[in-house]
């Protein structure tokens, strides 16, 4: 327990709890008043930093007003202008309007005048259609007239054509009866004919059984060169393996040539990227199949072209882990790229840029070069535009810089100054490492060495050198073995030659054989089919009737026709007279018709040049009510343009009246106002919006002040009035505690004293104990490092003593406190707590303690409790703990002699 803990426990043991609470209280309260003295502080500083700033912008502040101002009567002058303009708009279309009133009283008054035209005109037209109609249904009487004369006279020529038809074929029964019969014996003779050529043909020879024999060699000489085809085969294939093997290796020599194989197996060993040639032949293969949606380039270590050799190292450095990936500019691919090389389980990326790869990248050095910077890590290589811009976005190549020097103080100044994260030289690779708050004053500098080019340099190892000797040996292999299979396939072919020529040789003599049976056999057939056609044909003929079986009916239908005849041409004569009568009144209908038709035509054309009249009128007034409707929307488009724009208020109104009222003069106006307005040059256009915010956080920090300072005189006032209550109570009480503390020390021979240690902050009041055992030392302040252990416990058992005259709790419990005492302070301190605590007044005092000294003073005052000592115990037990053990005999006597049991 320290100094301030022995006075917050001695505030607490004298009982009252007043006395605590309000130590307890100020030191509350003035921790709060320092809070707020902190507080006051700061904003008082912050108040006059704010004073001070808009102090500076002052100047500027009031050239913006004036410059404000200015603006202000030219923003007002445009509303008048705008205001005006609507005036001018509001009497044009008002001018519109009186004139397309004009227009309407004209086209209203030609209407009624065509009105009374259209009456005597429709009349006549009804009187002209009436008699047109009249001429058209005669002249359709007559083309009826004409029609049936029309179908008469068909009638009669179609008649006329039967009959003489009939007669033609009755003259000819006779002829057709001798032809059949003509034709009956002809066929009779040419059957007798064909008979005898078959008869008179030559069997058909057999050829089978040569055929036969021909056919098996021809299958023999086919099963042996299906064999050679099948051998020659397997050469061809094993030929065309050996090529394609060839290829690889030759491919595969040339690769091992190549710069970019170089650097594809260098990268494969520096980053132990496995796989990854691999995975570039799966890329190039599914780009070939154009299976991408947009351009795939990689690895991008592969794509890489340095153009300044010593920068190799920095730009391999810089973007190490980026050398093995592809870089996409579609987020598929990218997609499809990292699920194959997950399959394949390698360890390939795919970066994605979805912008402009054209575009071009802002990397410029030249600011820096006073710095000593030679260029940026951009500028010392060449690759696809595709590479450059990942490059730029995921290493930022464009903001790491390469210095010839290495000058540390200008790498410092030029990180601080210009937000440089990365500097290579010649020696180092320096980095600036921001600090994780934020801010720069906490951030760091870090140096690392440099690693020579592993990749970007394509350096060639011995495993390159060893590949290509194999790759040499075995195509030496592959080109003897295409030698051989080619001299292979060659003997084939000319084993197959002469077996091809004795095939050609044994078709041929199969194939006459086969046709002079074919021809025989066909002969034959052909003579057989025509006599049976013949014979058909003759049957046919045979059963046909005698032609002149018709006659009679002939000549009975040529008497009908007759009779028929001479009815048609009777209608006919008929048709022919009414025709003539109907044109005779189609001629009178006709020129009723002209003549009413001229006067109606006639009528209808005044009539039409008085619409036309009216339809000008009607179209002038349209275009007059157009153009007064353009105007009226365009003055009402211009009053609610300056409603939302230039919207008026009574001092805006006012205003005007102190404006010249011609358009011309304010626009004049306002450009010299703009003029003026333009020499007002003002820095910081957001000085009035800056002063304006200072101002008023002044107004509130000063504000914010004063309350705490209020707040502050106030707490102050409490706490003078808490002290002065709580304060010389307190002194009171140490004072006493003084006065015992000191005399019971000089009992025992020693000095001490208790002394109220006071300070501003009331947690740092204290009580100070300060003893002296030793005569020829000065009063010293208790502590654990200067005192004893006894010489503390002495101290403290004797302060306790000290607080059993002012406190008022109902009982203290003391233990073990005479642990690690000599025995003859034991034995003083032991008689002074038995006096203090026997005093009328003082509260109950416990003390516990494993042991006591023999012939210690006792009083009728004291009770002495001791384990094992109650009405229960066994009596084995008992017996071990008697009072003779317990305590010596003295010490009994001494309590039998004060009438004390134990």
Known sequence: MNEYELLVATERAVG???LYETHQTLIAMRAEVKQKEVTAQAQKQRLDQLKLENQQLERD??????????????????KKIAWMHVREKQLKAKQLKEELVKADKAVAQANEEAKGDETPARRRRDDADAAKRTANDLQNAIKRKEEEARLAADKLEKDGNAVTELRERLDGLAAASQKQKAEVKQLQDKLTKVEATVESLPPVPDHSAKIQVLQQEMNNIRDQLAHLEAEKGQLADAAHNARIEHGRLAGELRQCDSLKYQRMQALVQAQRAHGLDSATDWVNRQRAADAFKGEVVGPIGLEIKVKVPDCAPYLEQAAWWQLQNF?????????????EFKRQNIRSSAVAYTGDIHAPIASNSAPYRAYGVACSLDEVYDAHPLVKHCLANLCSLDKVLVMEQHNMQAIRALMEQHHIGQVFTPQLKVSYIPSAHGGREDASIATSGLFPSRVLTGAVGADIDQRKQQLQARLAQVEASIQQLDGQVAAAQQREAPLHARLDELSGHRSQLAKETSLASTKRANLNRAYKAGQTHLAKLEARADPLAQAPGLERQIARALVAHHATLTKQIE???KQWQLLQQHAVAELVWRELDMQAVAMQRALDSRRAAVRLLDKAARAAKQRYQLAEDEFKRAKQVA?????????????????????????????????????????????VENYQ????????????????QDQLGAAQQEMDRLKENWLPELQRIVGLINTSFSSNFSQIGCAGEVLLGQHEDYDKFSIQIKVKFREEEELQLLTAQRQSGGERSVSTILYLIALQGVTVTPFRVVDEINQGMDPVNERKVFTQLVEASCKEGTPQCFLLTPKLLPDLPFTEDITVLHIFNGGFIAPEVAGQYSRETLFGSKHMEALQSVGMAI
């Open 693 to 708: 915010l200072r101002q008023t956080e002044i107004e509130g920090l000063e504000q914010q002040v004063a309350e705490l």
């Open 643 to 687: 409603e939302t724009e230039h919207p008026l208020d009574k001092a805006t109104k006012d205003r005007f009246a102190n404006m010249p009222n011609d358009i011309e003069t304010l626009e004049e106006e306002v450009e010299t106002l703009k003029q003026q307005a333009a020499e007002l040059v003002v820095n910081d256009p957001h000085v």
């Open 575 to 577: 048709a022919a007279l």
């Open 16 to 18: 009252s709890t007043s």
């Open 327 to 339: 870089a996409v500019t579609h987020q598929e691919d990218a997609n499809m790229l990292l699920a």
């Open 61 to 78: 502040y009031k050239r913006f007003n004036q410059r404000w101002k200015l603006l202000h009567r030219v923003d007002v002058m445009k």
